[in-house]
């Protein structure tokens, strides 16, 4: 499943998954997805639970965010797609667990870093700005989750690589065979987008993301 951690900070945005993707009815998983994804160079959208929903009307976002810098636009879009996404997996997998979160981040008309959440609950129609956001399915793992962000992370600090150690830390100590111990990571700043690939020993190496421009 996910365990997805996220903080805004004065000059942009950092989000962290783990990178392990179970197939629908199976126990078969891969180690190797990136949940959190660049859309612009402005923009980026991270997600946990189906990724069926997500990656449903995940290139006609894309392409929408390509002709935008407007985070608001984006979001409001991304709205109209995962409410229609969502119905569509629901009449196809009558029954089946659809709890889906997702999170976009970019940079206000102001210049200011914002973060929106939006859940299946409510068909992906009330956005909720963020600060400092965790969630981890299964549901089963979040105190342990937050028990950790809370006890070990100072939050006054603002140096990146402090943050990637401890989110990274937070996931790898998640004991749940659905959670991968390998974590991936984007920061989207004002001086543009770094990712990362932390390994199950905790090492990372921070790289800038090039966008295609179109």
């Known amino acids: 499943m ?21 197939y ?14 660049a859309l612009n160079h402005n ?11 997500i990656d449903e009307r995940i290139e006609e976002l894309k392409a929408f965010s390509l002709k935008t810098n407007s985070i608001e636009e984006i979001e ?5 797609l995962y409410s229609a996404s969502l119905e569509l997996f629901k009449n196809a997998y009558p029954g089946h667990d659809y709890a889906t979160v997702y999170l976009l981040a970019g940079f ?26 965790y969630k981890a399915f299964p549901n089963t793992e979040m105190v342990y989750l937050q028990r950790f962000l809370v006890n070990e992370i100072d ?8 943050y990637i ?6 996931i790898r100590q998640i004991n749940n065979e659905k959670v991968s111990k390998n974590a991936y990571s984007i920061f989207l700043s004002n001086k543009g987008l770094f990712e990362s690939d932390i390994d199950e020993n905790g090492r990372f190496e921070m790289i800038q993301l090039e966008m295609e421009e179109h």
């Open 165 to 170: 150690r401890k989110f990274s830390s937070a």
């Open 2 to 22: 996910t365990a997805l951690i996220g903080k805004k900070f004065q000059n942009g945005v950092l989000i962290m998954a783990d990178k392990r993707i179970t």
């Open 155 to 162: 939050v006054s600090k603002n140096n990146i690589d402090y």
């Open 24 to 37: 629908r009815g199976t126990d078969v998983f891969i180690d190797h997805e990136k949940k959190i994804i």
């Open 108 to 133: 206000a008309a102001d210049g200011m870093p914002r973060v929106t959440y939006f859940s299946s609950d409510d068909h992906f129609q009330k956005g909720k700005p963020l600060d400092f956001f």
């Open 76 to 80: 409001a879009y991304s709205q109209k």
């Open 43 to 53: 923009a980026i959208l991270a997600f946990a639970g189906v990724k069926n929903i």
